[in-house]
């Protein structure tokens, strides 16, 4: 990852790298002749191309922290800090969002997504029962559409939410797509769908989180098929953010709100231009 921020951050920002690495240079070579002259002991060390071979790889290192891809960034709105970074969303604490299908109880679903890996988790404990249980309970009532006798048939609606949790692990699954399971239809999900699932959750989300922190993943991405980047469905997540937020004069009962984003995203979203437009702005 290290090796990504600096090589991208140099390609994004080749002149600003070559600009700061030249003003180091020359601040460094300022500060450091009067310490020489003073300290005639150091005069042997640096001298000739030893000074100039140090001071230009501490210029170097200089110019290309300066200018590295950042890996988090931070904003306060109305009194809730919001935190956006690369990483991995099981590996954070607090409540965790997976986008899911209207058919929640799918079980076969695309291997390595979010949910098939909560389902992993469960089934590595002996507890699908128990997963299903909790969905059962939770979703009591809010079926929309009985397609079936089968629970992977029974459909609710866009933004319906369940909360599940396995020994410490929490989970908020959220229906976006029609399905997740075989030949994913094209039309699978679209940008009004996104908005009102991510819309009806930020509503519902007080009920729930209680103060508590939430990880929010990049979605709409991957099987979604949503025909937006990734940089503009991040800004889409964000909007739906505060668009709530202020809709409640800030009133949102959560911890930190964290939007994590997979590592391979990391090239095609550059957190600098969210720093400028969101830091700037609140």
Known sequence: MLVKQLTLGAKDNLFKLVLTWAVTFAAGWSVIEPIIGLAPNLQ???????RLALLAMLSVIVALVRIARPKKISFNFRNHKISIKFGN?????????IPVSRRMHEIDVVKNSLQDQVIQKFKAGNGLKRYHQQLNEYLDGKFVTPVGTSEALTVVEVGTVAMITNNDERYIYLALTETEVGDIPEDNCSTSKLWTALERFWQQSGSFLRGENVNVPLIGGGVAGIPLSP?????LLIVSLLSDISQRNGK???GEINIILHKSYFEAIDLRTHKQKWLSNY
């Not at 042997?44 to 030893?50: D, I, K, L, M, P």
């Open 44 to 50: 042997q060390v640096f001298q000739g191309t030893n």
């Open 89 to 97: 969303l099981f590996d954070e604490h607090g409540y965790k969002v």
């Open 231 to 235: 940089d503009h469905l991040l800004t």
């Open 252 to 254: 949102i009962t959560t």
